[in-house]
């Protein structure tokens, strides 16, 4: 159907897909979302990634309802639902400071986007705690949210956002507030409930390592523009630009040009005193670069390893920083000239001592034509 023939109405049970089509939204001078198309597909956990202020919150806010557009519009398959109000979309949400009422019981939160669509009392009760069970908290239904922990009071608000039933769930960094351990152990519990409850999921974050581990797909924003979209693996392998591998642990990030070409493809590219054989990932996807082109090259610290003088891409190191890290113990190490390299490994390296290191071509990634060294320059 083509665009023009939709009409805006309200939403119905089961979708296909959800898109933003075009959406823009300013603020005063602030340019927060820049002509953004976003599908969710049913069954998807769609990870929004970027920095801060590159306009994950506001793409959010305006799926739901809770921010105008500027222009664009979204679509609940071919039903046009930007002007339809929030609690017409059927949508749960979870935000990161729980938005909790302190002064109800964990059973009446969990109660409240029911009472708002005019459930029945002895239904509501049935749901609220169903959903209470769901996040393992049905222990605790009449206490108020003060007298729980930030990981139960983050539970009640996914049982709240769980309890009316939706097709979709929109999370905002809802892993925030919360310690390391209680992160990681919430993190599996989404996945679960996402994984039971044959939800469809968008979650925004600013976390790579949350990121890769919840998304089915990520979406990468720069600025309040689409920058990338693929599977964890795919992004994780295969960055379009040095921005994006600053997200995906690519530590290792050096400005530098083209030396020559190689064999297949591939590229000699010199950092200072690193000499490096590449691969080249240019913006319109070619693998083309004179000699001198500048680039920047981006290496993840898992793919350097410690290796023979004589290996090929090698780089001769002073180790620097030796950290403990269980399995494996990540390095900082310098150059001659002072260019810091940081990998892991599981050979027993010393602070202070000599020692070579190498790394694959297909793991150089030499970016020319696109963004430079930063996570958010303008290059
Ligand atoms: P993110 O979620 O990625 O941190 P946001 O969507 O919160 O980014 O913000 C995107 C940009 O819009 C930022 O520059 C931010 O300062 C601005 N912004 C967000 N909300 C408002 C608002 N209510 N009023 C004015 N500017 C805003």
Redesign the pocket.
Known sequence: MSVASRTPAQTEPGFESLQMCGVSRT??R?R?LVDLDLELTRGEFVALL?P????????LACLAGLQPLTTGSIWRDEVRIDTVPVEKRGFGMVFQNYALFPHLTVQKNVEFGLSMRHVGRDERRRRAAAALDLVQLTDHAGKIPSQLSGGEQQRVAIARALAIDPEIVLMDEPLSNLDAALRIEMRTEIKRLYQERDLSVLY?THDQEEALSLATRLVVLRK?RFVQSGTPEDVYANPVSAYVAGFMGYRNIFAGHVAARAEDGAVHVVADDLELVGRLVTGGGTDNAAQGTAVTIAIRPEDIRVAAPSAPNAIQVMVEVVEFHGRDLAVRARTNRGVAIHFKTDEPVVAGHRATLSVSSERVLAFAGVAGASRDDDS
């Open positions: 603020y005063g602030t927060a970027g801060s202020g590159c306009g994950k919150s506001t793409a925004v309040g």
